[in-house]
T-cell receptor
């Protein structure tokens, strides 16, 4: 069965520091992979997606993610975090029929 | 362009009362439609999805039901709410062809008291 694991429930980083959020997936075929961000009380906004091709994908707000098939990972990175990046981040894999299977989410706090 | 509307934004309901949450999509035809629930610390759980009018698939057994009376309308219902139904409910859509990201509404915060 498809599944997504985000091992870090909560991460705190200092403003200006680099960020890496981890995501591991389980899927039988080549996956469609996504990262979403959610501000408190809001819906989800797509940050970036991987379907095929270049394994390093660029997204909005300066985020990037790298697909590593050998590690079943799709980690999200940002070189310099801004206070406005504080939010909850969800990794997801696209399953049959267009459904998305989400990880548990990682809450990001940013220290000034 | 496509837009998704979900209402109400917040709702406080007593235990045992009925529920109706509505979601509509504009600017596309025959979308796949989804209801997700987000409980505190538990990520997003897919509750229902629909690939067409009257076609509903349930992902988890629960106190809720879904209906799709029109192509771009998706309704989440309950006859009698339980305390455990509290949470943040999100409607989403993607094209019927699949293989793309899903687009989410702004969510409904349901508190059952």
């Amino acid at each position: 069965a498809q599944s997504v694991t985000q091992p870090d429930i909560h991460i705190t980083v200092s403003e200006g520091a680099s960020l890496e959020l981890r995501c591991n997936y389980s899927y039988g075929a080549t996956p469609y992979l996504f990262w979403y961000v959610q501000s408190p009380g809001q819906g989800l906004q797509l940050l970036l997606k991987y379907f095929s091709g270049d394994t390093l994908v660029q997204g909005i707000k300066g985020f990037e993610a790298e697909f590593k098939r050998s590690q079943s990972s799709f980690n999200l990175r940002k070189p310099s975090v801004h206070w406005s990046d504080a939010a909850e981040y969800f990794c997801a894999v696209g399953a049959r029929g267009g459904k998305l299977i989400f990880g548990q989410g990682t809450e990001l706090s940013v220290k000034p | 362009s496509q837009t998704i509307h979900q209402w109400p934004a917040t709702l406080v309901q007593p235990v045992g009362s009925p529920l109706s949450l509505e979601c509509t999509v504009e600017g596309t035809s025959n979308p796949n439609l989804y209801w997700y629930r987000q409980a505190a610390g538990r990520g997003l759980q897919l509750l229902f999805y629909s690939v067409g009018i009257g076609q509903i698939s349930s992902e988890v057994p629960q106190n809720l039901s879904a209906s799709r009376p029109q192509d771009r309308q998706f309704i989440l219902s309950s006859k009698k709410l339980l305390l455990s139904d509290s949470g943040f409910y999100l409607c989403a859509w993607n094209p019927w062809t699949g293989g793309t990201e899903a687009f989410f509404g702004q969510g409904t915060r349901l508190t059952v008291v």
